[in-house]
């Protein structure tokens, strides 16, 4: 099953998004449609020695050579005697291509991100693996958090300070920045990042809404400057309430927000989604994890 770039949804910016149903054991996951290149029946596994316990073997898939990673037990689940219905979900996540094994692929629904929660900690606990919550036909699915599942297995493939710090000592303490991001964890990594590149008034939201009601905020407050507070914005993309897509085409068709520098941080900036944040008037789109050249084009923009 390949996923057809045309069956995504048609315009950028719309606060919605389609999610892959899936089935790991007794359990009802999804992903995000625009992470996924394809989904395939399992073939033979190639092991590789000495690898990650979550690292089954390898496929090869064409021309390319693939990872795959068993989610039964990423997810500490019981693992299967029947393995007839398992498929492999083909995904770009981080400019990396891996194969995930799940038990079964049930189908494709069309949702919005406000309809989507933020997991409770008792279900953060799940390895952490879970980014948000759906209610659908009385049906509770748990979104994935596919690239925490990878950097878990090779942590090169996440944010890495140390690269930063080649940089070398800097001065930008009075510009400021504000951050949407959903996950804890990178928010955390990319505070210690930009501090340690100089940049130290960065203000954090947990999604694109609480980003925009700040803007709105600031803009309609007496003790406030717009552009003392909002010198650049930088968004990722998957999050609840209010994506990073919606939150850029809200800023940009706002006489009153569209100068403000906007970057797309995330680990869907791929070749084939690049258009979508042109399309909403990104003014730049810089893949996970290149945190580098993320701070290099903050340096340019402010």
Same mark, same amino acid.
């Given at each position: ?5 045309d069956a ?9 998004l ?36 979550h ?12 990872t ?18 398992d ?11 891996v ?19 933020k ?10 693996a879970?980014?948000?919550?759906i ?25 890495n ?11 930008r ?5 504000v951050?949407?991001? +959903?996950?804890?964890? %990178?928010? /955390?990594? $990319?505070?210690? #990042? ?7 008034? =960065?203000? &954090? ?5 609480e ?9 309609e ?9 909002f010198?650049l ?9 209010m +994506?990073?897509?919606h %939150?850029? /085409?809200? $800023?940009?068709? #706002? ?7 906007v =970057?797309? &941080?995330?680990?869907?900036?791929t ?8 399309a ?8 996970k ?14």
């Amino acid at each position: 099953m390949a996923v057809n770039e045309d069956a995504i949804l048609l315009d950028s910016g719309t606060n919605e998004l389609e999610v892959i149903v899936f089935n790991v054991s007794s359990g009802t996951y999804g992903i995000n449609v625009m992470k996924v290149r394809e989904i395939i029946q399992t073939q033979a596994v190639t092991p590789i020695p000495n690898s990650h316990p979550h690292i089954e073997g390898m496929i090869r898939l064409r021309d390319e050579v693939l990872t795959v990673v068993n989610l039964m037990e990423v997810l500490g689940c019981p693992q299967s005697v029947d393995h007839s219905q398992d498929k492999f979900i083909v995904s770009e996540l981080n400019k990396l291509k891996v194969a995930f094994r799940v038990s079964g692929v049930s189908r494709i629904h069309r949702i919005s991100w406000k309809q989507i929660e933020k997991p409770t900690e008792l279900s953060q606990g799940l390895q952490s693996a879970t980014t948000g919550v759906i209610k659908l036909d009385e049906q509770m699915i748990l979104l994935l958090d596919f690239e925490k599942i990878v950097v878990d297995i090779n942590p090169t493939k996440g944010i890495n300070i140390e690269q930063v710090r080649k940089l070398g000592k800097r001065e930008r303490n009075t510009k400021k920045i504000v951050v949407a991001e +959903d996950s804890a964890m %990178l928010r /955390k990594l $990319i505070h210690q #990042t930009l501090t340690e590149a100089g940049y130290e008034q =960065i203000t &954090f939201f947990e999604n694109g809404k609480e980003a925009w009601d700040y803007l709105n905020f600031v803009y309609e407050s007496e003790d406030l400057s717009l552009e003392e507070e909002f010198q650049l914005l930088i968004t990722d993309l998957e999050m609840p309430k209010m +994506d990073g897509l919606h %939150l850029t /085409k809200r $800023i940009k068709e #706002t006489d009153e927000f569209k100068h403000i520098p906007v =970057i797309i &941080f995330s680990s869907l900036i791929t070749d084939d989604l690049y258009h979508k944040g042109i399309a909403v008037g990104a003014d730049k789109q810089i893949s996970k994890p290149e945190i580098v050249k993320l701070i290099e084009e903050i340096d340019l923009m402010i």
